[in-house]
């Protein structure tokens, strides 16, 4: 069975940075291509990135400002944010891709950024 | 990076069937996911007409010109949801629909 678990959601105020981490379980992860979505609270989704074995990308909303890395060895995929708006506040959803869509999704992790 | 467009709401009687329109595609990536309250998005449509396993085949989909579609047949209580779409923007972007609210009567 294919698991996603994401931790790291926090309240934070703007501005700061904040780290959430992925574990995957299930499925075999070395180079698989990933994905960041989220959803701001009582609206729809987002794609916010891309990775791959040779590729990351962004929406243009976070670029510059999120990064998203991996650790194979690890089974992690993580997602570093900095300088987090208000804008920003979300349920992030660790997802995997296959054929050009989501297949497996975590249950979220929710961050919030608020003074 | 512009958003799909979808209706906001939809809605059906049992039994019935209802489509769901998905305008901007711009690839033929394209996917359909249904979420309940409170749940995680359910993949339920990729590649425009592929079903994954486990979807019931009351689920179809269909693409012409820029405009995708959902088409769920012989409607079910539990298929209403907030459902959306996405699609392939070009060099690993995705972009959604803002989703449609599907309400079984």
């Known amino acids: 069975e294919v698991q996603l678990v994401e931790s790291g959601g926090a309240l934070v105020q703007p501005g700061g940075s904040l780290k959430l981490s992925c574990v995957i379980s299930g499925l075999t992860f070395s180079g698989g291509p990933m994905n960041w979505v989220r959803q701001a609270p009582g609206k729809g989704l987002e794609w916010v990135s891309h990775i791959d074995s040779s590729r990351t990308t962004y929406a243009d909303s976070v670029k510059g400002r999120f990064t998203t890395s991996r650790d194979t060895a690890r089974n992690s995929l993580y997602l570093q944010m900095h300088s987090l708006r208000v804008e920003d506040t979300a349920v992030y959803y660790c997802?995997?891709?296959?054929?050009?869509?989501?297949?497996?999704w975590g249950q979220g992790t929710l961050v919030t950024v608020s003074s | 990076q512009s958003a799909l467009t979808q209706p906001p709401f939809a809605s059906g009687s049992p039994g019935q069937s209802v489509t769901i329109s998905c305008t901007g595609t711009?690839?033929?990536?394209v996917s359909w996911y249904q979420q309940h309250p409170g749940e995680a998005p359910k993949l339920m449509i990729f590649d425009v007409t592929e079903r994954p396993s486990g979807v019931p085949d009351r689920f179809s989909g269909s693409k012409s010109g820029s405009t995708a579609s959902l088409t769920v047949s012989g409607l079910q209580a539990e298929d209403e949801a907030i459902y959306y779409c996405t699609s392939s923007a070009g060099d690993f972007i995705w972009v959604f629909g803002g989703g449609t609210k599907l309400t079984v009567l």
């Open positions: 997802v995997t891709d296959n054929h050009w869509a989501f297949d497996y």
């Open positions: 711009t690839s033929n990536h």
